[in-house]
């Protein structure tokens, strides 16, 4: 049973980095996709952030999160992560680890669809004050 857990959020200040991390368990993953999903609150619908192929690191990110944000994995440790960078109030959201067994890296259309996201970690408040 695929199992994610996220941690590293907290309260920072407007301009810090911080990164995020997705501790993954129930593999194989040689053919999933693994990503990150925000909620600015509990009723909004979850923004899609950034993505990544288990197999060969390919990438894909959501309009918001191009330029300040980089998704990368650690095969050996398990390990999903999320840097942002030069971090903005309107980052302030609930950052959840999502993954998926299907290979959507090529639709973005699918990666920002969360239905099409079967697993999912509890999340990690990231706030940020101006």
């Known amino acids: 049973q695929v199992q994610l857990r996220e941690s590293g959020g907290g309260l920072v200040h407007a301009g810090d980095s911080l990164t995020l991390s997705c501790e993954v368990s129930?593999?194989?993953?040689?053919?999933?996709?693994m990503g990150w999903f925000r909620r600015e609150a509990p009723m909004k619908e979850r923004e899609f952030v950034a993505?990544?192929?288990?197999?060969?690191?390919?990438?894909a990110y959501g309009d918001s999160a191009k330029g300040r944000f980089t998704i990368s994995r650690d095969n050996a440790k398990n390990t999903l992560s999320l840097q942002i960078n030069t971090l903005k109030s309107e980052d302030t959201a609930e950052y959840v680890c999502?993954?998926?067994?299907?290979?959507?890296?090529?639709?973005?259309?699918?990666?920002?669809?969360?239905?099409?996201?079967?697993?999912w970690g509890k999340g990690t408040q990231v706030t940020v004050s101006s």
């Open positions: 999502a993954a998926t067994p299907f290979p959507l890296i090529t639709s973005p259309a699918l990666l920002s669809t969360p239905d099409r996201w079967p697993y």
């Open positions: 129930g593999g194989p993953f040689r053919t999933y996709t």
């Open positions: 993505a990544v192929k288990w197999a060969d690191s390919v990438t």
